[in-house]
């Protein structure tokens, strides 16, 4: 009769071995996963009390659309203000350019935005 460490040990070897077999062709064909868009739901919280958190879902959406990815942005709650053209204009985040460029840039991307 074996010991229950011995059992043990045999499973987790084994499994050890069948993760181990199965990472090899999901490595071999990562290049592959790489350039197959992906499909991304951003959502944005933050309004004009904290400008840099409020930038960051519109930069991020263009990044990844640069990327060849399909992005869709959400705005809720406080974010929502952002789309007002006179709100956005006087969003200056810290670090990074005006929230009307930023804004510009999801648009010109054409990544649809829902309020």
């Not at 009390?49 to 959400?74: C, H, M, Q, S």
Request: proline share 7%; charged share 15%; hydrophobic share 50%.
């Amino acid at each position: 009769m074996t010991s229950r460490r011995k059992a043990i040990s045999a499973l987790v070897h084994t499994c050890a071995a069948t993760v181990v077999t199965g990472a090899v062709p999901a490595a071999t064909s990562g290049s592959q996963a790489a350039t197959t868009p992906q499909r991304f739901l951003l959502v944005g919280l933050c309004g004009s009390e904290n400008p840099t958190r409020a930038n960051f879902p519109f930069a991020w959406a263009a990044a990844l659309k640069e990327a060849g990815n399909e992005v869709k942005l959400e705005l809720a709650g406080d974010a929502t203000v952002l789309m007002r053209t006179v709100v956005a204009n006087n969003v200056t985040p810290v670090g990074w350019p005006p929230l009307s460029e930023a804004i510009a840039k999801v648009i010109a991307h054409k990544i649809p935005i829902y309020v």
